[in-house]
């Protein structure tokens, strides 16, 4: 019985020493990665790993590590690239194709004319109309 006891606190030992290599594991799980990234599958409320996949087959710059079983494995340079993919994408608003051109170039500026964002096009669009407006007032009214 006491051999019985000595075994499982071994192994309960060898199991939080494997927790806590995993934590600073090298490479994260597509799980993970999701769970860094913030991604959350708003219908499910879990996290959405199958927005890394998709992101995964639109950049070749993100190269996943394929080890046992065929799951798939990130280093730290694929997280930062995830992370400023998401940035480009949610954030700034920018479409597939920017955010691989921004990729694609180095050392690019993001705000260069055919990267601005989706957002930053519908503001300069309204204000261009409002200055429209105004102008077509003030001919108006000056005959």
Request: glycine residues 4%; positive net charge; proline residues 1%.
């Amino acid at each position: 019985m006491l051999f019985f006891l000595n075994l499982l606190k071994n192994l309960k030992n060898i199991s939080i020493k494997m927790d806590k290599s995993k934590k600073n594991s090298k490479y994260k799980t597509i799980g993970e990665v999701a769970k860094i990234l913030n991604l959350i599958n708003k219908k499910k409320g879990s996290y959405s790993t199958h927005t890394i996949r998709f992101w995964e087959k639109e950049f070749k710059q993100i190269k996943p590590k394929i080890f046992f079983g065929n799951r798939r494995y990130y280093d730290e340079n694929s997280i930062n690239i995830l992370k400023k993919i998401k940035y480009l994408l949610k954030i700034r608003g920018m479409t597939l194709i920017g955010v691989k051109k921004v990729l694609n170039t180095k050392d690019s500026d993001v705000d260069e004319l055919y990267n601005t964002s989706i957002k930053q096009r519908n503001i300069i669009k309204s204000k261009v109309k409002k200055i429209k407006s105004l102008l077509e007032i003030i001919k108006d009214k000056n005959g």
